[in-house]
């Protein structure tokens, strides 16, 4: 069988082993959460809290698909047109051409361009954060922690790039194979790397103070049955106003994370609601789950890259002779570009079920769905979250399900408590 026969092989068994993941580890059943009942909670917001967030989503909309929308436009420009291989040529040119020039600075560029067409629209949104209260430092921390940003995107593209075309030099007919092992190895490798090693790099994390509440989550924590190595606080306040908390990493990495900004504002009830529902996360594997799905996706996209990237109209179009040259890394950004953009209502469908079954866990493990439905309205209060946003925003890009359908939810799980 030539290598191409073997690539379509590995994909159709990889979309198979997804699709398996996804259908058995997935939560596809919705808690109820019925929609007389989300009505009924939107009335019983303040009308000027639901209009001011309306009107906040609104005023961050024109940048958001602005931003995606040339994000796209400089992808397919660069990737099927010669331009985006003649960039990389220009930042290999001054290294004698060199394949590893080509490989990594060529790629850094062609990142580069994008983020700096998509710069003005990522000032834009910070501009109506800071009109609206929610952004707390000025353009002087917004420059610094774009600037970081910039460079850890660096480091991880650089070793990627470095490793890929490696790669491709060294196995120029199989390098799909090992390509895609790497990009799933990659994933577990960030899985364990990011919470400790970039996470710092953008806030400061410290253990949560010794007092009722530390003892409380700790506790909640054991009865719940989930090793969580400790519960940090993010002080999240010196760039927002808005309250979150999260849980990462895997294994011995594993914390839960709490915005200083959740404590300041929310009674300590509603911050035992906020971790409940975060450790039904850490029970329920999310993270792993994401992990495996996520490293199979990828090595997926490496195969599917390598069969789609040989087509000869593609590689006509990108001025490029084979996919796997540096040149062609432009196309590779487009074509993922593209598929990115058709796998997000996917991606936020998945999101938002295991969103809601970590409320349903929350609800289980406090038994107190008043102050859970507290906390959502808190929870929309201060971030400006649209309680009830446009359908089409909804399916399309909602990670979470929206603030009504979690109070509905709460009120559907008394019912169904005889409460």
Known sequence: MTPRGWAVLTLTALVVALLLASALL?????PPAPRADQLAALRDLPVDQVARAREFRAALRPGSYGALLAGLLVALLLGLTPLGARLVELAGRPFGDHWIARAVL?????VLVADLITLPFAAWRQSVLTRYGLSTHGWSGWTVDLLKSYA?????GVVALLGFYTVTRLAPRWWWAFAAAGAAGLV????????????PVFNRFTP??????RTELMAMA??????VRDVLV????????AVNAYVSGLGPTRRVVVYDTLLSEATPAEVTSVVAHELGHAKQRDVAVGTLTGALGSAAAVVALYLLGSWPPLTRLAGVESVAEPRAFPLLIALVTVAG??????????SRRVEARADAHALALTGDPATFEAMQRRLAGVNLADPDPPRWEYLWSASHPSTVERIAAARAYVREAGG
């Not at 997935?26 to 919705?30: E, M, N």
């Not at 850890?152 to 991880?156: D, K, P, R």
């Not at 993010?234 to 106003?241: E, I, L, N």
């Open 26 to 30: 997935v939560p596809w059943h919705r």
């Open 106 to 110: 060529g790629g850094l560029a062609v």
């Open 152 to 156: 850890v995107s660096a480091v991880i």
């Open 188 to 199: 577990v490798l960030l899985s364990f790397v990011l919470p400790v090693l970039v996470e």
């Open 208 to 213: 949560m103070a010794q007092g009722p509440l």
């Open 222 to 227: 054991a009865r719940d049955g989930v090793p």
């Open 234 to 241: 993010a002080d999240a306040s010196r760039r927002t106003k």
């Open 341 to 350: 953009l058709v796998a997000a209502p996917a991606q936020a469908l998945i």
